[in-house]
C-alpha cells in the first residue's frame, strides 16, 4: 500500500470516529487501563468469544471501544439519543439503585444517570474495553457512576437490590437462551415492584430485514429477530408487560417483578 493510501485511510478513520478517538486508539495503554476493570477470574463465555460486526476479537479489543459509539450513531435510525431517552421516559417511580446491563461504552448508564442524579447507577459489562470507554465518557460528562467487569446473565450481585434494571442493545448480541438468562438474573435482582427494561432491534421488523443484520455482522441477530422479548419475560415472571415500537427498527419492552 502507498503512503497516499495509508493517508486516506487513517483520514477515513479519524472522520469516522473522531480524533479524539483515533488518538486514544493510539496512544492509551490499554492493557493497563482494562487492568482497573478486569476480574481476574471471570471467564468469557464462549458465544461471546466472537467476531461481533466483523471486528476481529470482538469486544474485547481496542478497535471495538473506539469503534462503537460512531457505528451506533448510523446504526440507529432516525435519532440515537431520542431512542435512548424513549427509554428514559418508561421509567416509573423514582428509583435509587439501578443496574444498566451490557452497558457498552455507556451511552444509556450515563443518561440514566443524568435523569435521575440521586440514584446510585451501576454499569456491569464483560469487556473491559468497553468499560475503559464508559468510564471516559463519565467522567468527561462529570458523572459518578460504578463500572464493573461481569456476566450479565450471573452477576453475583445481591438478589431485591435494585428500583431497575436495563439492558440497551444487548439482547440481539446474545443467543436467545441467553437473553432468557439475562432476563431471569433481572428478575432476581429487581426488589418487589421493580422495572426491568429492555431496548433493542424490533423483532418483527428485523424478521422482514435479513440483509440489515447480516450487513452489521452480528452472530445472533437473526436468532433474536425470530424471538419475543415480551414473551421470553412473560414466561419468566415479570408483569405488567409492555412493547413499544419506536423509530424505524427498534422496541422498548418493559415488565415488573411481582409486588409483595
Ligand atoms: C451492542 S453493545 C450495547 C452497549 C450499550 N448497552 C448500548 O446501548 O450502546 C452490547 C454490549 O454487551 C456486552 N455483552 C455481551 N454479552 C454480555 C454478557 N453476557 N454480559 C455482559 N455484557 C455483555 C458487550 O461487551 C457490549 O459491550
Known amino acids: 500500500m502507498t503512503t497516499l ?10 472522520l469516522l470516529i473522531g480524533a479524539q478517538n483515533q488518538q486514544l486508539y493510539n496512544n492509551l495503554d490499554w492493557e493497563k487501563s482494562c487492568a482497573a476493570f478486569a476480574q481476574g477470574d471471570l471467564k468469557y463465555p464462549d458465544y461471546y468469544n466472537q467476531d461481533f460486526h ?12 473506539v469503534t462503537y459509539d ?4 448510523w446504526a ?7 431512542l435512548r431517552h424513549q427509554l428514559i421516559k418508561q421509567i416509573t417511580g423514582q428509583p435509587e439503585r439501578i443496574l ?4 457498552g461504552t455507556g451511552s444509556t448508564t450515563i443518561l440514566l444517570k443524568q435523569a435521575f442524579p440521586q440514584a446510585e447507577v451501576i454499569g456491569l459489562d464483560l469487556s473491559p474495553y468497553m468499560l475503559v470507554m464508559a468510564d471516559r465518557k463519565a467522567q468527561q460528562a462529570n458523572e459518578r457512576i460504578q463500572w464493573a467487569q461481569g456476566v450479565a446473565e450471573a452477576t453475583g450481585l445481591e438478589a431485591d437490590s435494585f428500583d431497575l434494571v436495563t439492558a440497551s442493545m444487548l439482547f440481539h448480541e446474545l443467543p436467545p437462551m441467553q437473553s432468557q438468562a439475562v432476563l431471569r438474573e433481572a428478575l432476581r435482582l429487581c426488589q418487589p415492584g421493580g422495572q426491568m427494561l429492555v431496548l433493542d432491534g424490533n423483532q418483527k421488523r428485523l424478521r422482514r430485514l435479513q440483509r440489515l443484520t447480516q450487513l452489521f455482522r452480528e452472530p445472533y441477530s437473526q436468532m433474536y429477530a425470530a424471538e419475543s422479548v415480551e414473551r421470553w419475560m412473560q414466561s419468566i415472571g415479570y408483569e405488567t408487560l409492555s412493547t413499544q415500537y419506536l423509530g424505524w427498527i427498534h422496541q422498548i419492552n418493559t415488565g415488573y417483578k411481582t409486588p409483595n
Not at 466483523?54 to 471501544?65: H, K, S
Open 5 to 14: 493510501q495509508q493517508q486516506l485511510i487513517r483520514m477515513g478513520v479519524r
Open 100 to 103: 444498566d446491563l451490557g452497558c
Open 54 to 65: 466483523g471486528i476481529e476479537g470482538g469486544y474485547l479489543t481496542p478497535v471495538a471501544a
Open 76 to 82: 440507529s435510525p432516525p435519532n440515537e439519543t431520542w
Open 70 to 73: 460512531a457505528v451506533t450513531a
